[in-house]
């Protein structure tokens, strides 16, 4: 090999490398989420990805892994608790760390999303999130509507004399348990993304999820009725781990807080394009819609969920109560 040879290739290879640092992003994020890649949720992620990008000229990048293909949501929690990945969405599963996130999904207690909105922005949804950040390490970043959550089966179900010993996945959310067991199901906890072979399975016989979500994966294949429950009307939470947050410098993080907003504002307009389609959706598939005694499903339910709720809780849960009666 001569000299000038191996002079080129030595500068082939420097430019090279030069060329791959300029490219590599001074900060790499990674989100885990437990939703499709069709979800309003990864949508509003994916476009959250391509802001941070652009905005830190590229010194940001965000890579998303849709349908739990990292963790599942609690396995997703503490992966960013540890520093191993940086982002999820969650919500009412942080009941399991602190007993106040069980308002983001409780049963029976908010009817519909103008009621979601004004609690999210209430002093007890502030709460929440402080509670979040100081006992979890995540910081909320802005808030993604889920819709209701209704009951899906092979039967239809229109009140809750109805439900007995029926096999049931929640998730893993006391609060779930606690309400479907006095309804008289046999809730079964499980992590989302092993609910459709379970179904398939008959290993479990029903689910309750929202419309969007019992249509994103795949629901009707296994299921033939949704019992229009609305017995949660519930979001979720994009979060980071706090310490990857204050990670990054101070100009860094402003875009950062400037690309939440506007996922925020994109993520409730793809919701709600979401949901007017989603229900025909369903029809076109072979769902049935059924219409369910909704007062008898709260009534079984409610003074179960009260009961099980620490002293400090309950007085969150009636605060609450007090607060909606305003709004009326």
């Known amino acids: 090999m001569t000299r000038t040879r191996l002079i080129l290739i030595l500068f082939c290879l420097g430019f090279v490398l030069s060329c791959a640092q300029k490219n590599r992003p001074e900060y790499l994020l990674r989100a885990s989420l437990l939703v499709n890649d069709n979800h309003s949720w990864y949508k509003s992620f994916a476009y959250f990805s391509e802001l941070l990008e652009t905005k830190s000229d590229g010194r940001i990048k965000l890579e998303i892994y849709h349908s739990e293909q990292l963790a599942k949501e609690v396995e997703a929690i503490r992966l960013i608790q540890s520093g191993v990945i940086d982002m999820t969405s969650t919500s009412s599963m942080l009941n399991n760390w602190i007993e106040i996130a069980a308002f983001c999904e409780m049963p029976f207690l908010i009817k519909d999303t103008d009621e979601m909105t004004r609690l999210i922005k209430s002093p007890i949804g502030k709460q929440i999130e402080r509670e979040i950040r100081d006992k979890t390490d995540l910081r909320v ?50 992590a989302y993304s092993e609910v459709f072979t379970a179904l398939q399975q ?127």
């Not at 209704?150 to 006391?174: A, C, F, M, W, Y």
């Open 141 to 190: 970043i802005g808030y993604l509507p889920a819709g209701a959550r209704h009951l899906t089966s092979n039967r239809p179900i229109k009140h809750p004399d109805e439900l007995q010993g029926l096999i049931l996945r929640v998730p893993s959310i006391p609060s779930f348990v606690t309400a479907w067991q006095a309804c008289g199901a046999k809730p079964t906890p499980m």
């Open 202 to 328: 008959g290993t479990v016989e029903a689910q309750e999820n929202p419309l969007a979500l019992i249509y994103s994966q795949g629901f009707s294949e296994v299921q033939e009725y949704v019992n229009l429950t609305a017995h949660v009307v519930s979001w979720t939470y994009p979060v980071i781990g706090e310490k990857q947050y204050q990670a990054l410098p101070e100009d860094l993080q402003r875009i950062f807080d400037a690309c939440a907003l506007e996922m925020q504002t994109y993520a409730l307009q793809v919701y709600e394009q979401e949901q007017k389609n989603v229900r025909q959706k369903l029809l076109d598939q072979g769902m049935q819609l059924i219409e369910v005694d909704k007062a008898a499903f709260a009534n079984k339910a409610v003074s179960a969920l009260r009961e099980s709720l620490s002293p400090d809780m309950q007085e969150v849960y009636e605060q609450i109560i007090e607060m909606k009666a305003s709004w009326e």
